[in-house]
């Protein structure tokens, strides 16, 4: 019996994918440990001291999972609403946390306890920070201002007042504790010297700012909003340099590899690497949702994002294989490497007395394709029609499509469905009739969809919808068909009044590409008036 012939699937060439350094840095991340929260995840930091305990925050608590095991070591739920960006202190000590009526909550978060509760903004606290070196925090609210407290009494030293509008970012720089940097929906970024509470610089980043991270010289800071992440000079305010390679809101920013990579998130569900020298992108991580809040343990070992999904929220921890992991990889590979099995290779000389047994390979058939074989062409169709395959690999969709009408199936396949298993397929011509190289084949199978199911359309209202949908996607083809042909005609004009060709009034382009050596000497054998040529196209164009 003769072997049965694979549905051909035309795949399209993509740009192959340049492997460096930092690829294979980062793809040494095992694969992500998942948490589902209920609410939004609004902040997750990761403390500097060991064992670099994690803190995300979500709804009215902060949960403290540790590093190793990704269970949840400790929950801090002493809010009456929301809490916003709990926060380590330097030793790993205490935590930091604001909150949606403004109060600011310092804990030990080892015995769950409340040690000072800081009053006096009148606004929600989404951003908090310690002070390195001094007994001293720092929260950023809603209320348009920053200020400084004394953790030993609760006084509030200062208070930095000068943006107008909400305060969502902030950090203390790690050059001096006196500097203080703030980020507003006001599009600006202040610089504040705590010492004459005042503000000693403001560089406009030209979209609302949603975080900051400054380089442990203090001279040197980035900023991020809307689609771009821009690096200043924390001295002269200089714009040094405008890296734009997202495009959804940028929610985050990070250091990695003892600050000599930047991290960006986004909305856009990637997470951009960059190189601190050139600011090119070196590796992007992809998640599964968009991209809130994400922290970077110290030697990059764990990494903690933060991501909202349908609502709720989702958490992602990811760890590096340790070297010990490493070393039994490594050694896998060369076992398998040295697996007698493995040493036939194209460099392998044989012997005049070796005798070399073939090897049995089994053709795997994909489902598609056993369901053509098996002649069951509505289920083949079922196969390709699921949003994975319909989505991803559109390719083998239209392919088995195209298989189907040569076998004389498509209408097989077609017939005898209600209108929700006519959803998916309808979904997927509305998605790719117009692209280029799905048309031809998408039309054909619309023309069948047409036949079978056009008499049947008083039956249902919905299918009436989908046949609207469908011709209103044909009608908008159409449309750009004609505004093609406008432009063609438009070419030709000017072509044919600067290269006027004898007895034509219709030229195409390929044409005249093709009789491009021989146009001077026409010119010379046959002039034609400019205002004629012209006039003859608008006529046959028309």
Same mark, same amino acid.
């Given at each position: 019996?003769?072997?049965?012939?694979?549905?051909?699937?035309?795949?399209?060439?993509?740009?192959?994918?340049?492997? %460096?350094?930092?690829?294979?840095?980062?793809?040494?991340?095992?694969?992500?440990? %998942?948490?589902?929260?209920?609410?939004?995840?609004?902040?997750?930091?990761?403390?500097?001291?060991?064992?670099?305990?994690?803190?995300?925050?979500?709804?009215?608590?902060?949960?403290?999972?540790?590093?190793?095991?990704?269970?949840?070591?400790?929950?801090?739920?002493?809010?009456?609403?929301?809490?916003?960006?709990?926060?380590?202190?330097?030793?790993?000590?205490?935590?930091?946390?604001?909150?949606?009526?403004?109060?600011?909550?310092?804990?030990?978060?080892?015995?769950?306890?409340?040690?000072?509760?800081?009053?006096?903004?009148?606004?929600?606290?989404?951003?908090?920070?310690?002070?390195?070196?001094?007994?001293?925090?720092?929260?950023?609210?809603?209320?348009?201002?920053?200020?400084?407290?004394?953790?030993?009494?609760?006084?509030?030293?200062?208070?930095?007042?000068?943006?107008?509008?909400?305060?969502?970012?902030?950090?203390?720089?790690?050059?001096?504790?006196?500097?203080?940097?703030?980020?507003?929906?006001?599009?600006?970024?202040?610089?504040?010297?705590?010492?004459?509470?005042?503000?000693?610089?403001?560089?406009?980043?030209?979209?609302?700012?949603?975080?900051?991270?400054?380089?442990?010289?203090?001279?040197?800071?980035?900023?991020?909003?809307?689609?771009?992440?821009?690096?200043?000079?924390?001295?002269?305010?200089?714009?040094?340099?405008?890296?734009?390679?997202?495009?959804?809101?940028? %929610?985050?920013?990070?250091?990695?590899?003892?600050?000599?990579?930047?991290?960006?998130?986004?909305?856009?569900?990637?997470?951009?690497?960059?190189?601190?020298?050139?600011?090119?992108?070196?590796?992007?991580?992809?998640?599964?949702?968009?991209?809130?809040?994400?922290?970077?343990?110290?030697?990059?070992?764990?990494?903690?994002?933060?991501?909202?999904?349908?609502?709720?929220?989702?958490?992602?921890?990811?760890?590096?294989?340790?070297?010990?992991?490493?070393?039994?990889?490594?050694?896998?590979?060369?076992?398998?490497?040295?697996?007698?099995?493995?040493?036939?290779?194209?460099?392998?000389?044989?012997?005049?007395?070796?005798?070399?047994?073939?090897?049995?390979?089994?053709?795997?058939?994909?489902?598609?394709?056993?369901?053509?074989?098996?002649?069951?062409?509505?289920?083949?169709?079922?196969?390709?029609?699921?949003?994975?395959?319909?989505?991803?690999?559109?390719?083998?969709?239209?392919?088995?499509?195209?298989?189907?009408?040569?076998?004389?199936?498509?209408?097989?396949?077609?017939?005898?469905?209600?209108?929700?298993?006519?959803?998916?397929?309808?979904?997927?011509?509305?998605?790719?009739?117009?692209?280029?190289?799905?048309?031809?084949?998408?039309?054909?199978?619309?023309?069948?969809?047409?036949?079978?199911?056009?008499?049947?359309?008083?039956?249902?209202?919905?299918?009436?919808?989908?046949?609207?949908?469908?011709?209103?996607?044909?009608?908008?083809?159409?449309?750009?068909?004609?505004?093609?042909?406008?432009?063609?005609?438009?070419?030709?004009?000017?072509?044919?009044?600067?290269?006027?060709?004898?007895?034509?009034?219709?030229?195409?382009?390929?044409?005249?590409?093709?009789?491009?050596?021989?146009?001077?000497?026409?010119?010379?054998?046959?002039?034609?008036?400019?205002?004629?040529?012209?006039?003859?196209?608008?006529?046959?164009?028309?």
């Amino acid at each position: 019996m003769a072997s049965f012939k694979r549905t051909h699937t035309r795949g399209y060439s993509r740009a192959a994918s340049k492997t %460096t350094s930092d690829t294979h840095y980062w793809r040494k991340l095992e694969f992500p440990v %998942t948490v589902k929260e209920f609410t939004a995840i609004n902040s997750v930091d990761i403390s500097p001291a060991e064992p670099h305990y994690i803190a995300v925050t979500s709804g009215p608590k902060i949960d403290v999972y540790h590093q190793e095991t990704t269970q949840v070591w400790r929950t801090i739920s002493r809010f009456q609403r929301l809490a916003y960006g709990g926060r380590f202190r330097q030793d790993g000590q205490l935590l930091l946390a604001g909150s949606e009526e403004g109060a600011i909550k310092l804990f030990n978060y080892r015995q769950k306890q409340l040690l000072r509760i800081f009053k006096g903004h009148e606004g929600p606290t989404h951003c908090v920070d310690f002070i390195q070196g001094i007994p001293h925090i720092v929260s950023f609210s809603d209320d348009k201002t920053t200020m400084v407290w004394d953790m030993s009494n609760e006084d509030k030293i200062c208070t930095l007042s000068g943006h107008t509008d909400f305060i969502r970012t902030g950090l203390v720089s790690p050059a001096s504790q006196h500097v203080i940097l703030t980020g507003s929906y006001d599009h600006t970024v202040r610089l504040w010297d705590t010492r004459t509470a005042s503000s000693v610089l403001t560089v406009d980043h030209g979209a609302p700012v949603e975080s900051l991270v400054c380089f442990p010289s203090g001279g040197v800071f980035v900023s991020s909003g809307g689609c771009e992440v821009k690096v200043w000079d924390a001295v002269a305010g200089r714009l040094l340099s405008k890296v734009s390679q997202h495009h959804k809101t940028i %929610t985050c920013l990070a250091l990695a590899s003892d600050q000599k990579r930047l991290l960006s998130g986004s909305l856009d569900r990637h997470i951009k690497i960059y190189d601190v020298d050139t600011y090119s992108v070196v590796h992007t991580l992809s998640y599964p949702a968009p991209i809130l809040c994400m922290a970077v343990a110290p030697g990059d070992t764990t990494l903690a994002v933060g991501m909202i999904a349908a609502g709720s929220g989702l958490m992602s921890f990811q760890h590096r294989r340790s070297p010990e992991m490493s070393a039994q990889l490594a050694t896998k590979e060369a076992s398998a490497k040295a697996n007698i099995r493995n040493t036939i290779s194209d460099d392998y000389r044989t012997l005049s007395d070796d005798h070399i047994v073939p090897g049995m390979t089994t053709q795997k058939m994909a489902r598609y394709d056993r369901m053509i074989c098996k002649f069951e062409y509505s289920r083949a169709l079922d196969a390709v029609m699921q949003s994975f395959i319909a989505n991803k690999y559109t390719n083998v969709s239209v392919g088995v499509l195209q298989e189907l009408i040569r076998r004389g199936g498509i209408r097989t396949a077609v017939a005898g469905r209600d209108v929700k298993k006519l959803t998916p397929l309808f979904s997927f011509l509305f998605k790719n009739i117009r692209h280029p190289a799905y048309k031809p084949v998408l039309m054909d199978v619309a023309n069948v969809v047409i036949d079978v199911y056009g008499d049947s359309l008083d039956e249902d209202p919905q299918l009436v919808m989908y046949f609207q949908r469908l011709k209103e996607e044909v009608a908008a083809e159409l449309q750009l068909i004609k505004e093609h042909s406008a432009l063609m005609g438009a070419i030709q004009m000017f072509l044919t009044t600067s290269n006027p060709h004898p007895n034509t009034s219709l030229v195409s382009v390929q044409q005249l590409a093709t009789t491009e050596c021989s146009s001077t000497q026409a010119r010379m054998l046959h002039p034609s008036s400019s205002a004629k040529s012209a006039s003859n196209l608008v006529v046959d164009v028309n």
